[in-house]
């Protein structure tokens, strides 16, 4: 599987598991599923802390209670700042969020640590503090944001001093806001509408890995656009695609992401081992450039 290197010495997978959906899994089959992650070369857990109403680092932890040396082949990253009603991006809850995080996954500390979501009453300084003395004290090692603007990162960036990493936003076939406004520069088509402030392009010149969730999904949370009778079109092209590269038509979805050439990491959430070792195959193929934007087209964009 294609790696990235976004710090010296720090290697990190194109594709990652997502431990949103986990909380309801019994050990065993979480410890079967994490497995067939790392056989097929994903090593990189994205939690947060709230995930599964605050138990899914519960129980991703309870594996590795059980099996100790999961950990030293393993990249755990946790996210903070979404609290019930509020966002909270203040020294206090990052600091007790990341500790929180380590005491509920067994670990002595976190690979990466981002800011969930842009908090409106962020202290920039504050936040700096906050990294700094967690890194400091050996508890994370790098750090990022989610959701997060490109002057939004660099009012941070500035405050923190070292290079943000990562920053994981929503992306799909379906969902391509941050590249329709690339391609419609200077018309007046509906995809020249900047949403993000350009924050494809931004991350690719601050070196900064884009990690995108819902890979699979339309709108916000609807549901799954693979096989959906929604996208017709979509479906007849990743279904002749998909029989060429000899993929499924999921992985096939993943393969489109990482295609592009920002430094994407894909963030999937499945909790079935058979359909995460299918995803693991995206790695085997890169698309043709044509066959790149018959996908993108095909799910309903246009090119002026």
Known sequence: MKRYEPAPG??????????MRIADMDVRSLESLIMTALEGGVDFFDHADFYGNHQSEVRFGEVLAANPSLRDRMIVQSKCGIRTGFYDSS??????????????LHTDHLDALLIHRPDALAEPEEI???????KESGKVRYFGVSNHNPMQMEVLQQAVGERLLFNQMQMSVVHT???????????????????????LEY???KKIVLQVWSPFQYGFF?????????????????AELSEKYGISKTALCVAWIQRHPARIQTIVG??????????????????SREDWYKIYLSAGNELP
């Open 203 to 205: 991350c690719k010149l």
């Open 128 to 134: 700096a503090r906050a990294f700094r003395d967690l």
């Open 91 to 104: 020294y206090e809850h990052i600091v007790a969020s990341a500790e929180n995080s380590l005491r509920k």
């Open 177 to 199: 806001g941050m590249i329709d406004q690339g391609i419609n520069v200077n018309t007046t088509f509906p995809g020249s509408v900047d949403r993000d402030g350009g924050v």
């Open 222 to 238: 609807e549901g799954v656009f693979v096989d959906n009778e929604k996208f017709p079109e979509l479906n007849k092209t990743l």
């Open 270 to 287: 499945t909790t079935n081992p058979k359909r995460l070792q299918d995803i693991c195959t995206a790695g085997n193929v890169r698309l």
């Open 10 to 19: 720090f290697s990190i997978p194109c594709a990652a598991m997502g431990c």
